[in-house]
């Protein structure tokens, strides 16, 4: 059951001045197509991370979550708009300003098989950025750093001879967050890096990641489709559909009062651990559109149970809405509230 609430008043999305070392601002990044027109993969997304936060980007398949991200990092250019980190632009930099810059900006991928290349040992792995950026001056010197980082990440200095395809699925990816963390990053992004692995093996490197942000420092920008990793994982979430943002939150505040149809969707789809308990799915009718031909106004009304006239004609920006907290924005045009009984 989906109940309307009237806000008093719309307000704009609140930015923080300070605490931000992310800021993403009316970021697009459009591939052309063949006879005109454009894949709209991210479409004016804006959020910010804080420091030594985590921030959750979750989403279907599709909806631009992994471009956003590969643009932040400048692996494929954007059409428009600003990343700022740390106070630089770095959809502005030079090459060699950004070729610096990137040592502070990492990432892990999703896959920790095809992200590894097998034609290199542990050693060369890990070291390679070390050597690139001119962090270590012999080889004995990144040999040891290198061990230092195996040991950070649970695994051990005699596995710098290995090659990948010699460790399980969990400590590929331990081999990954340890090249993540070779040139000290103030920010890492992690490309669903648990996706892949058993469940028994997501609690593990989960784990790992929080004890390396208490450690060292860390902010995250987290992308996943579990919402039961979101949530227990990140401080905040934003919600990603169709190249948009439609809903920012804590976490706390986004499972408890989820606004956006959408977000009610992806919730109560979300499987509970008693397959007794008694919940109203809200089914979607319906496919994600073409991002290269997107619907007009709201991306999302052709699959939503509420959507109304201006719903198809005037596209929602994120606002904070008066009667909601102040770290709680939605770009829709009717805020609405669903019943808690189905989250």
């Known amino acids: 059951m989906l109940v309307m609430t009237t ?4 307000l704009p999305a609140q930015q923080p001045t300070d605490g ?3 800021r993403v601002e009316n970021l697009r990044t459009h591939f052309p197509v063949r006879g005109g027109g454009a894949v709209k993969a991210v479409d004016g997304v804006m959020f910010h991370v804080k420091r030594r936060c985590s921030l959750g980007l ?6 631009g979550k992994s471009t956003l991200a ?5 692996l494929i250019p954007a059409t428009s ?3 700022i980190f740390d106070g630089r632009d770095v959809l502005a930099l030079p090459p060699k300003q950004m070729r610096r810059l990137r040592r502070e900006m990492q990432i892990i991928f999703q896959d920790p098989i095809g ?3 097998p034609r290199m040992n542990v050693e060369s792995l890990v070291g390679e950025a ?3 950026h001119g962090l270590v001056n012999t080889r004995g010197e990144r040999r040891k750093r290198v061990a230092d980082l195996l040991t950070h990440v649970g695994l051990s200095p005699n596995d710098l001879r290995r090659y990948p395809h010699e460790f399980s699925g969990g400590q590929r990816q331990r081999i990954g967050i340890a090249r993540a963390l070779a040139l000290k990053p103030k920010l890492i992004i992690c490309d669903e890096p648990v996706s892949a ?3 028994s093996i997501q609690s593990q490197i989960l784990n790992l990641l929080a004890d390396l942000q208490d450690e060292f420092g860390l902010s995250y920008l987290f992308i996943a489709h579990n919402l039961a990793v979101v949530r227990h994982f990140c401080d905040e979430i934003a919600v990603m559909y169709l190249g948009k943002i439609v809903e920012q939150a804590s976490a706390e505040e986004l499972f408890s009062n989820p606004r956006h149809p959408y977000t009610q969707a992806l919730l109560a789809a979300a499987p509970v651990p008693d397959p007794r308990a008694r919940r109203d799915h809200l089914a979607l009718p319906g496919e994600p559109p073409n991002p290269a031909n997107p619907p007009t106004g709201c991306a999302f009304h052709p699959r939503c149970p509420i959507a109304i006239d201006c719903c198809r004609q005037e596209t929602p920006n994120l606002k904070r809405h008066a009667a909601y907290p102040t770290d709680h924005i939605i770009a829709c045009h009717r805020a609405i509230e669903a019943d808690k009984s189905q989250v």
């Open 7 to 10: 806000p008093a008043t719309d």
């Open 58 to 63: 979750v989403g279907e398949s599709g909806c």
């Open 197 to 199: 692995l058993d469940v």
């Open 81 to 83: 708009g600003k990343v």
């Open 130 to 132: 070390l050597g690139v």
């Open 115 to 117: 992200s590894l290349n």
């Open 20 to 22: 931000a070392i992310l």
């Open 70 to 74: 590969r643009t932040i990092l400048r």
